[in-house]
Structures are given as C-alpha cells and as structure tokens.
C-alpha cells in the first residue's frame, strides 16, 4: 500500500540559517524514508523533497548516509526527552515512573506514521541495522535499566514475588514495539490511545495492585 508522506518541505531560503537547513534535510529525509524506505532514499529525492539545490547534503552532513544516521539520532533525542524529565520525577511512585515512560512511547507526537515508519525501516533494513544498533545502543540500555529498576521496585512493594523483573522488563519493552508495529500495519485499527489502553490492561494483569487504575504521572 502506497503512503502519502506527512508533510512537505517548503523550498528552501538564501537566507536560511545552518541549523536551519541541516533540519530542511532531515525533515526530508523522514519523509522520503517512511514513503521509500532507506534503500530507495536517493540523493536526488531527498534534495528534491527539501526543495534544495545537489550538493547541499554534502556541504552540511558529508554524505547522505550521514544525513540519514542525524535522521535516527532526531528520533532518538525526540523520544528520549519525551520520557526522561516526567519518568525521572523523584515524586513519582515507581508505578507512576513506568506508566509516565509507556505514556511518553505511545505519545501522539512521538509515534506518528512517519516516524514510526522510518524506525521500522532502520530495524528492517540489513544494511542500516548496525547504524542503528551503533546510534541506539545507550538509548536502549538506559530506557531498559529504567523500565527493570521500575519493575524492580514494583515487585518488592508488591509482593508480587513469582514476577522476575528483567524477564517482565523485556517483555514490556518487546509488547510495546509490537503495539508500534500494529500502528504502522493497522493504522486504521490500532492508534496511540488504544496501543497506552493495551499497556496499562497488561501492567494490571502483573500489578494489580498497581495498576488497578491508572497511575498518576502529574502529582501538584
């Protein structure tokens, strides 16, 4: 099926800052890889998409290999503010902290269809695979550490002690990439609001003590 991406660069201006047109490229570059993945971004398309004249990659990234990885790096720095100030807010319950990082993963902004298109094709591509382990590397490690120290926690207060925190971490972290996927192959079935609903049914099969209602991440 055919995307129609998400928004279009306005052409460029002679008067257009660098950090400027370094984010002209790497809007254009979302949305050219989330219309023909990475193997089909060509130089031509993303310049034609930015409404930027050939060179232009070159002169402020080197190469578009290097426009692509700033493309993930974006992503990544985006979805990282998302969570970290609300899920690290020491007022926060480790409920709370957990429920504040599954609210930040399904976020509207964060999970749109092209953003989540152009994550999938760094997952799915064999030859951009590395480029994302090598770029996501801390980001995974510290949101997973997080999400095991929240569970942790859970557990302990809980007494729900049949339930392995590293073991229920992954399985968080695996179920909400699933849901991301669902997103993108069912947008029409599955949205932001549904995919958070499906997470905090399954925190409250784990922690029903917890997660009876949902947590409160905004205490005053």
Same mark, same amino acid.
């Given at each position: 099926?055919?995307?129609?991406?998400?928004?279009?660069?306005?052409?460029?201006?002679?008067?257009?800052?660098?950090?400027?047109?370094?984010?002209?490229?790497?809007?254009?570059?979302?949305?050219?890889?989330?219309?023909?993945?990475?193997?089909?971004?060509?130089?031509?398309?993303?310049?034609?998409?930015?409404?930027?004249?050939?060179?232009?990659?070159?002169?402020?990234?080197?190469?578009?290999?290097?426009?692509? @990885? $700033?493309? /993930?790096?974006? *992503?990544?720095?985006? !979805?990282? &503010?998302?969570? #970290?100030?609300?899920?690290?807010?020491? %007022?926060?319950?480790? @409920? $709370?902290? /957990?429920?504040? *990082?599954?609210?930040? !993963?399904? &976020?509207?902004? #964060?999970?749109?269809?092209?953003?989540? %298109?152009?994550?999938? @094709?760094?997952?799915?591509?064999?030859?951009?695979?590395?480029?994302?382990?090598?770029?996501?590397?801390?980001?995974?490690?510290? %949101?997973?550490?997080?999400?095991?120290?929240?569970?942790?926690?859970?557990?302990?207060?809980?007494?729900?002690?049949?339930?392995?925190?590293?073991?229920?971490?992954?399985?968080?972290?695996?179920?909400?990439?699933?849901?991301?996927?669902?997103?993108?192959?069912?947008?029409?079935?599955?949205?932001?609001?549904?995919?958070?609903?499906?997470?905090?049914?399954?925190?409250?099969?784990?922690?029903?003590?917890?997660?009876?209602?949902?947590?409160?991440?905004?205490?005053?």
């Amino acid at each position: 099926m055919s995307v129609a991406p998400a928004t279009s660069a306005a052409p460029g201006r002679r008067t257009a800052s660098k950090e400027e047109r370094a984010q002209q490229l790497i809007d254009a570059a979302m949305d050219t890889i989330a219309v023909h993945g990475l193997s089909g971004t060509t130089t031509a398309l993303l310049t034609e998409r930015a409404g930027l004249s050939a060179g232009i990659i070159s002169l402020h990234f080197g190469s578009k290999d290097n426009l692509l @990885a $700033a493309t /993930l790096e974006r *992503l990544i720095t985006e !979805h990282r &503010a998302q969570w #970290i100030e609300a899920a690290k807010n020491p %007022r926060l319950n480790p @409920a $709370a902290r /957990l429920w504040a *990082l599954m609210e930040a !993963h399904f &976020a509207p902004e #964060i999970c749109t269809p092209t953003k989540i %298109r152009v994550w999938f @094709a760094f997952f799915g591509e064999a030859t951009h695979r590395a480029t994302y382990r090598r770029l996501c590397e801390g980001f995974d490690t510290e %949101r997973s550490d997080f999400m095991e120290a929240c569970c942790e926690s859970i557990v302990e207060e809980g007494g729900y002690a049949a339930l392995d925190a590293e073991r229920l971490s992954q399985l968080i972290e695996s179920t909400a990439d699933g849901l991301w996927l669902d997103m993108l192959l069912y947008p029409d079935e599955v949205d932001s609001a549904y995919a958070r609903e499906q997470m905090r049914l399954m925190l409250q099969a784990f922690f029903p003590r917890h997660f009876a209602n949902t947590p409160e991440t905004h205490p005053t």
